[in-house]
């Protein structure tokens, strides 16, 4: 309960200092999906096309260019 409050309060300092947006991502299956909607969150899937992707172990170091070091 201790960091929802921490990150809850620096969200809140973040938008009186003028931070006019925040993107995060929901796991489809996550029923906290309808919390956030209610709360005027926009599912960017749906709305603007976005795909989110992710590289990892030797497609990211193959992407960069990157030598394995280990």
Request: glycine fraction near 8%.
């Amino acid at each position: 309960m201790f960091l929802l409050k921490v990150v809850g309060v620096a969200l809140t300092e973040a938008v009186r200092e003028g931070c006019s947006r925040l993107d995060f991502h929901v796991l489809e299956w996550n029923h906290a999906r309808a919390f956030y909607e209610r709360r005027g969150a926009v599912n960017l899937t749906a709305t603007e096309s976005w795909c989110y992707y992710r590289l990892r172990g030797q497609a990211l170091t193959g992407f960069t260019g990157a030598a394995s070091t280990h």
